[in-house]
């Protein structure tokens, strides 16, 4: 079974700049995760997704911070403008739809460095 | 809000010692508490999972039970091996705040000499 795809895994920007990651979950997966991971810390909730509705995104910072999730399956999440503290490691989540299983399936991450 | 709280890292271990990483939380509700790890260029994955007060998680020779007086869920393992050598998170999904939502700790990483 294919795990979740992250793309790209690297990225160096410099602030002001804008960068765009993608995400294509397990399929069947209904409930999509996007988390930054900060350096040192552990992962923040940035948005969830179930289908193509937004479920939370409290902590998602509107002002320079989007996400999409075009027909329910891929994501999209873009910084504009790009800040220095947004460097960190952007982590793509699914998960089944159901109840409470805590289970997340995660990709590998998209390392964002901002100059 | 909720909160999990990891004991510092690095911690460095010889082969076959034996490990013990606390993790604490605060919750609204009931909890379900989990124990992720990260291997190095890896993504996170489940190591193992506790929904109720008094129940234990296990998953490859790791244990943690969810203790609910001291609102504890600490990740041991008897005897560690060099291929135990990775990033481990503590989380919880707190029902009140709506499903499979995690909250993780800062992490400790392990490290396995042999």
């Known amino acids: 079974e294919a795990g979740v795809a992250q793309s790209p895994r690297y990225k160096i920007i410099e602030k002001r700049q804008s960068v765009a990651f993608w995400c294509n979950p397990i399929s069947g997966h209904a409930t999509l995760y996007w988390y930054q991971q900060i350096l040192g810390q552990g992962p923040k909730l940035l948005i969830q997704f179930q289908n193509n509705g937004v479920v939370d995104d409290s902590q998602l910072p509107k002002d320079r911070f989007s996400a999409e999730r075009l027909k329910g399956v891929d994501s999209t999440l873009k910084i504009q403008p790009a800040k220095l503290e947004d460097s960190a490691v952007y982590l793509c989540?699914?998960?089944?739809?159901?109840?409470?299983?805590?289970?997340?399936?995660f990709g590998e991450g998209s390392r964002l460095t901002v100059l | 809000g909720d909160s999990v709280t990891q004991m510092e890292g690095p911690v460095t271990l010889s082969e076959e010692a034996f490990l013990t990483i606390n993790c604490t939380y605060t919750?609204?509700?009931?909890?379900?508490l989990f124990w992720y790890v990260q291997y190095p260029g890896e993504g996170l994955q489940l190591l193992l999972k506790?929904?109720?007060?008094?129940d234990k998680g296990s998953n490859k020779g790791f244990e943690a039970t969810y203790r609910k007086e001291t609102t504890s869920f600490h990740l041991e393992k008897g005897s560690v091996q060099v291929s135990d050598s990775a990033v481990y998170f503590c989380?919880?999904?707190?029902?009140?705040?709506?499903?499979?939502?995690?909250?993780f700790g800062q992490g400790t990483r392990l490290t396995i000499n042999p």
């Open positions: 989380a919880l999904s707190d029902p009140f705040e709506g499903a499979q939502k995690l909250v």
């Open positions: 506790a929904t109720k007060a008094d």
């Open positions: 989540a699914s998960s089944f739809p159901g109840p409470n299983t805590g289970e997340l399936f």
């Open positions: 919750a609204t509700g009931y909890p379900s």
